[in-house]
């Protein structure tokens, strides 16, 4: 079955850092554009990293020199490193497939990770 | 960055009704727009990209229209799951969503 399953999030102190994961199966991460959006508590959607096929990567204002975004071949996977945790970082945090290698809409999901940054 | 602005941001409809969502970008992205619609709790789910084509599976009665820096989806005739959030995403450059557009019921 064709899907994205993320892990890594929970409650995290102001100024502390996760490392956000999300398993693919059945298709290839390396093949397609992927992407890290956030959604935090009632509020719109949000793309916070962008990494194309050919490795090149994006990141918004908002998360720049905080967030990496990578991916293990290997592994089919695709992550999330957050430094520098602030209460605005709360979101829940979903990784998602371009259907194309550059700059794409997003066909596949995944259910998404809460990240809850707090003291 | 382009921005992404919808309108209106909240939309109250019946049943049957007809009801379109306007997007405009801050510059032109040709038909790079893509369409989701995402319900409470749930995953955002893709309904329309490049502006007017229909993702597989979703109903005929949702289409898309625009060029340049207005776009629009039109919800032919309102059915009991069509009560959503739905968002534009702009994939010219890089990605930005607009605010969201929340449809409710009259």
């Known amino acids: 079955e064709v899907q994205l399953v993320e892990s890594g999030g929970g409650l995290i102190q102001p100024g502390g850092s996760l490392r956000l994961s999300c398993a693919a199966s059945?298709?290839?991460?390396?093949?397609?554009?992927m992407t890290w959006v956030r959604q935090a508590p009632g509020q719109g959607l949000e793309c916070v990293s962008i990494?194309?096929?050919?490795?090149?990567?994006y990141y918004a204002d908002s998360v720049k020199g905080r967030f990496t975004i990578s991916r293990d071949n290997s592994k089919n996977a695709l992550y999330l490193q957050i430094n520098s945790l602030g209460v605005e970082d709360t979101a829940v945090y979903y990784c998602?497939?371009?259907?194309?290698?550059?700059?794409?809409?997003?066909?596949?999901w995944g259910r998404g990770t809460l990240v809850t940054v707090s003291s | 960055d382009i921005q992404m602005t919808q309108s209106p941001s909240t939309l109250s409809a019946s049943l049957g009704d007809r009801v379109t969502i306007t997007c405009r970008a801050s510059q032109s992205i040709s038909s790079w727009l893509a369409w989701y619609q995402q319900k409470v709790g749930k995953v955002p789910k893709l309904l329309i990209y490049?502006?007017?084509t229909l993702e597989s599976g979703v109903p005929s009665r949702f289409s898309g229209s625009g060029s340049g820096t207005e776009f629009t989806l039109t919800i032919s005739s309102l059915q009991p799951d069509d009560f959503a959030t739905y968002y534009c995403q702009q994939y010219h450059t890089y990605s930005t969503f607009g605010q969201g557009t929340k449809l409710e019921i009259k």
């Open positions: 998602a497939r371009g259907q194309l290698s550059g700059a794409s809409y997003f066909d596949l």
């Open positions: 059945a298709f290839t991460v390396s093949s397609n554009c």
């Open positions: 990494i194309y096929s050919d490795g090149r990567t």
């Open positions: 490049k502006a007017s």
